[in-house]
């Protein structure tokens, strides 16, 4: 009788536990280190987009991308390289990094990091 009350009570935290951490996977990531800098429009990542099609374990592990918004110093010389986004974005596995826009495709002033909860909206929407 009086230990089940706490087991929901128990639950509940288990399932918000579960539930913060769940919710940065979703949504899009607005990645801004050097862009604007740079005069180019900041980065929208689709983050769902991309966890749908790969495990965690691609980008945050083998291809070095920490699990922390704002945490990467990616620059283009390197995408265009093969590393980070361009291990994939290089005409083989995803279209090519000359397609600028479709990366760059934050407006103008967009503060950086998590955009859209449970949304995910890819380039061009925020
Ligand atoms: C596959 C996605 C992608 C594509 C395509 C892409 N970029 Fe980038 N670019 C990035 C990311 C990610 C960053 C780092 C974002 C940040 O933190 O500001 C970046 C940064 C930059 C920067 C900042 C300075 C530097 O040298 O890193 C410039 C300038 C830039 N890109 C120009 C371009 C141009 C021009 C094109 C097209 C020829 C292009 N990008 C295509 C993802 C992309
Ligand atoms: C295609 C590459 C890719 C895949 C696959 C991927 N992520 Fe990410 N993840 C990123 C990038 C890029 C960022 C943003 C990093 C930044 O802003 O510097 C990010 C950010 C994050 C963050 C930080 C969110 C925050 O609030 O700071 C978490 C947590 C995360 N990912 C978890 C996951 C999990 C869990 C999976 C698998 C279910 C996954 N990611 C799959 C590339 C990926
Ligand atoms: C593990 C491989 C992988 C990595 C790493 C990766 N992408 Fe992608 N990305 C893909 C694939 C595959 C697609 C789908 C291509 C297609 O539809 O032709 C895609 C599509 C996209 C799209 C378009 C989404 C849409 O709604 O159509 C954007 C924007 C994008 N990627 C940005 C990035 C940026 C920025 C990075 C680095 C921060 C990155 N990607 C890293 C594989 C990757």
Known sequence: MRA???LFVLGLALALAAA??????YGDVVLDQTSTK???RPVVFPHWFHRIRFRCKVCHSELG???RAGANRVLMDDI?????CGMCHNGQVAWSPDRCDLCHSGKPGIEPGIRGDSQ????GKW
Not at 80 to 84: D, M, Q, R
Request: glycine share 12%; aromatic share 16%; net charge positive.
């Open 20 to 25: 913060l951490p769940a919710r940065a996977e």
């Open 65 to 67: 991308f920490k699990m």
């Open 80 to 84: 265009i390289n093969g590393k980070f």
């Open 4 to 6: 089940w009350p706490w």
């Open 38 to 40: 740079a005069g180019v």
């Open 120 to 123: 995910t909206k890819g380039p």
